[in-house]
């Protein structure tokens, strides 16, 4: 009997998408979509899910063979750098402030050049925000970062509407968030595999998911 192929299967802590829960466990909507992929496949994860900060991750699933990412923002930039399956999800950010900080007033793109926006070290956003000069406080994970943004230690937060929901409600928020103007909504989440890999076990994942979207499992993992 030939043994199945085994998968490094690598996630960064970005709930709700992934991330690891209460009970230390892997965790998340995107989390569940990659197992689900490989078990349709037939390709097992090789020992215990690895949870790496951003830029480790990404340097991890190019060094070595059989590793993947549930989820990275596919962009020209990366395109060369890894088999890609998907879209998984769509990729839609906004800026946010908090509703008490009214002395926050933001009609266009221009008039976010005159607060801090803040952002996590690594992150495809935060590239991009530092590009178009912005003057943007850094953190190094994603705890840290909402910590902030609730203590003010930043202006605006760039972010999705799940995130939105998922620390409000962790962070237990005593003021609401308020959404101001769209970020950036020119991409999409696809998983993001080794470039080593054989094409073939690639488009073998790609089936899976193509499946699964038709069958309704899919859906049916987004909406548990």
Do not use: C
Request: charged letters at 30%; aromatic letters at 14%; hydrophobic letters at 40%.
């Amino acid at each position: 009997m030939i043994a199945a192929e085994e998968f490094t299967f690598v996630i960064e802590d970005d709930p709700p998408l992934t991330y690891i829960d209460e009970y230390n466990k892997p965790a998340g909507f995107l989390t569940e979509i990659g197992k689900a992929i490989l078990k349709k496949s037939g390709f097992n994860i090789k020992g215990n899910i690895l949870v790496l900060p951003t830029i480790r991750a990404d340097e991890f699933v190019r060094d070595n063979p059989y590793a993947l990412i549930p989820y990275m923002t596919r962009k020209a930039s990366r395109e060369d750098l890894y088999h890609w399956v998907g879209p998984v999800a769509l990729r839609e950010k906004w800026f946010y402030k908090l509703q008490s900080r009214t002395d926050i007033v933001v009609n266009d793109i221009v008039d976010l050049k005159k607060y801090y926006i803040g952002s996590v070290r690594g992150w495809s956003s935060t590239k991009s925000l530092v590009e178009q000069g912005y003057a943007v406080e850094l953190s190094e994970n994603d705890n840290n970062h909402w910590k902030m943004f609730l203590h003010n230690r930043f202006d605006i937060i760039q972010a999705r509407d799940d995130e939105i929901a998922y620390w409000t409600k962790k962070l237990k928020f005593n003021t609401k968030t308020e959404k101001l103007i769209l970020f950036d909504d020119r991409y999409m989440y696809y998983m993001s595999v080794n470039k080593k890999t054989p094409i073939e076990l690639v488009n073998k994942m790609q089936k899976s998911l193509d499946t699964m979207k038709l069958n309704g499992e899919f859906e049916k993992i987004r909406r548990y």
